[in-house]
């Protein structure tokens, strides 16, 4: 079973970056999809982006071309490089494994000001 621990949430003012890095335990790793989910407050949780074993991310419309998620399997860990943020894009950011999402870090705090 894989665990999965994210972190490099912050606070950042509109326009600037984040990196999130999920850091996954289990040799299985390289086998799961991964992902990133986002919850603001008072809004349901929803998809943000994915990625494959060897590659083929896919995103969300509201944040495409300026997220890019990767992995390195190599050090079990999946990132979400985050560009050109806007405040609505705060929120708790989650990173989340398998082939039907059944997986789920404890979630990162994503605070994007004005």
């Known amino acids: 079973q894989v665990q999965l621990v994210e972190s490099g949430g912050g606070l950042v003012q509109a326009g600037g970056s984040l990196r999130l890095s999920c850091a996954a335990s289990g040799r299985t790793f390289s086998l799961y999809r991964m992902g990133w989910f986002r919850q603001a407050p008072g809004k349901a949780r929803e998809f943000v982006a994915a990625i494959w074993n060897r590659d083929n991310p896919y995103y969300a419309d509201s944040v495409k071309g300026r997220f890019t998620i990767s992995r390195d399997n190599a050090k079990n860990t999946v990132f979400l490089q985050m560009n050109s943020l806007k405040p609505e894009d705060t929120a708790v950011y989650y990173c989340?494994?398998?082939?039907?999402?059944?997986?789920w870090g404890q979630g990162t705090q994503v605070t994007v000001s004005l």
């Open positions: 989340a494994a398998g082939s039907t999402w059944d997986i």
